[in-house]
């Protein structure tokens, strides 16, 4: 995993020794093991116009609670990035742009949202960790080229039938949305999560290591 490094700002992350395992009540222990080292890029410095609403980093989401500090940013492994990029380049001739709502996630604030909510399938077990937390997912909607929001079949971080991709329900503005999402994602390799129409993946998203450095500031 070796993805060359040429754009703008990269935030190199070095090593940590955060919670990499948890007891039998599910609390982080601490360990002096170090992670493997990783390069994780700012995404706007990919995509310029790229739209970002992190919303774990307000109390805007299904957690109720703010998570993120403000220092919060669209971090992704750079070939997530560069994928991204694609998709926008592809998205804008039609008229839109993409907007993120979560990117990178370092895993001991997946250990606070599993404190929060341990319930698998809304929150991933950071034992295992998420792919947020290998920088190899993204989460994003499409918004007009003047930054507006367009419909689709839920908000963010609504988990219910509505918010699968096989949904037939809603408006017929709201599934041709999402379609053009999900053609541009695909298209340019990323993965699709079949119950979270904003949801996507590297294909490979489960063999980068978790990573658990903390957000730092521009």
């Not at 994780?40 to 410095?45: E, G, H, R, W």
Request: glycine share 8%; with cysteine.
């Amino acid at each position: 995993m070796t993805p060359r490094l040429g754009w703008g700002v990269v935030v190199a992350l070095g090593l940590s020794s955060g919670p990499a395992l948890a007891n039998d009540a599910g609390t982080p222990k601490a360990t002096a093991a170090p992670k493997a080292a990783a390069s994780l890029v700012d995404a706007t410095t990919v995509v310029p116009d790229l739209v970002v609403d992190l919303r774990y980093a307000t109390a805007d989401n299904f957690l109720k609670r703010k998570v993120y500090p403000d220092t919060a940013r669209c971090l992704l492994l750079p070939e997530s990035a560069e994928r991204l990029k694609k998709a926008a380049d592809v998205l804008r001739a039609r008229g839109y742009r993409l907007k993120v709502y979560d990117c990178y996630r370092p895993r001991a604030v997946q250990y606070q949202m599993w404190e929060i909510m341990p319930v698998p399938g809304y929150v991933a077990n950071p034992r295992t960790g998420s792919n947020h937390n290998r920088g190899g997912a993204v989460d994003l909607t499409l918004t007009t080229l003047e930054g507006q929001e367009v419909e689709m079949p839920t908000p963010f971080d609504t988990f219910t039938r509505a918010a699968h991709h096989g949904y037939e329900g809603g408006t017929e503005a709201s599934r041709k949305h999402r379609e053009i999402l999900r053609e541009a994602m695909e298209g340019v390799g990323f993965k699709r999560n079949r119950m979270e129409w904003w949801h996507y993946d590297l294909p490979d998203a489960k063999k980068r290591p978790v990573l658990d450095v903390p957000f730092s500031p521009p």
